[in-house]
T-cell receptor, first 111, second 112 residues
Framework: QKEVEQNSGPLSVPEGAIASLNCTYSDRVSQSFFWYRQYSGKSPELIMSIYSNGDKEDGRFTAQLNKASQYVSLLIRDSQPSDSATYLCAVIIQGAQKLVFGQGTRLTINP | DAGVTQSPTHLIKTRGQQVTLRCSPKSGHDTVSWYQQALGQGPQFIFQYYEEEERQRGNFPDRFSGHQFPNYSSELNVNALLLGDSALYLC???????????FGPGTRLTVT
């Protein structure tokens, strides 16, 4: 089982709709979770971090964490074509300093 | 506020050669981590430097080595290059034990 798993997509969403991206992780004691956005040919950009169960909102982005289910998600409201990118879920494994990434979900927003 | 910088942007090397990649962390950051990203995959952790010492290492062979300087900048060295070392090499910086890491633009290494 991979440490962090994401559906590789592609996920296609119409402009203005809500895009929902999902991630599961295997280490039950992980405490820190991140979402990065990566445009084609560019480096990952940190867009959200979440440490506690529940929802965290930042503008059009909402991160959701459920530690009991070992599940973290990212919702993008009012999706824009500029949101088209690969979204990487990353987890800090307990006791380590390294980020462990999923393979990323490719999101396309259709005008 | 200067972000993370990396050099060079692109590099082409021949199998068996050695390469050095450089990274300057974001202003105020003291920790540098290096990642390798193959096409279509998520970044893979190589190692992390803090206070000029390697604090943690991923599953990479000894051909991969690094260094951190007193000004917190860092180098990644790869010896005896293999075709499979072709990838985007990413440097990320953070402050102390804060987990939020910010990436530089990366160095695209091609081994022929």
């Amino acid at each position: 089982q991979k440490e962090v798993e994401q559906n590789s997509g592609p996920l296609s969403v119409p402009e203005g709709a809500i895009a929902s991206l999902n991630c599961t992780y295997s280490d039950r004691v992980s405490q820190s979770f991140f979402w990065y956005r990566q445009y084609s040919g560019k480096s990952p950009e940190l867009i959200m971090s979440i440490y506690s169960n529940g929802d965290k909102e930042d503008g059009r982005f909402t991160a959701q964490l459920n530690k009991a289910s070992q599940y973290v998600s990212l919702l993008i409201r009012d999706s824009q074509p500029s949101d088209s990118a690969t979204y990487l879920c990353a987890v800090i494994i307990q006791g380590a300093q390294k980020l462990v990434f999923g393979q990323g979900t490719r999101l396309t927003i259709n005008p | 506020d200067a972000g993370v910088t990396q050099s060079p942007t692109h590099l082409i090397k021949t199998r068996g050669q050695q390469v050095t990649l450089r990274c300057s962390p974001k202003s105020g950051h003291d920790t540098v981590s290096w990642y390798q990203q193959a096409l279509g995959q998520g970044p893979q952790f190589i190692f992390q430097y803090y206070e000029e010492e390697e604090r943690q290492r991923g599953n990479f062979p000894d051909r991969f080595s690094g260094h951190q300087f007193p000004n917190y900048s860092s180098e990644l060295n790869v010896n005896a290059l293999l075709l499979g070392d072709s990838a985007l090499y990413l440097c990320a910086s953070s402050f102390g034990r804060r987990y939020e890491q910010y990436f530089g633009p990366g160095t695209r290494l091609t081994v022929t």
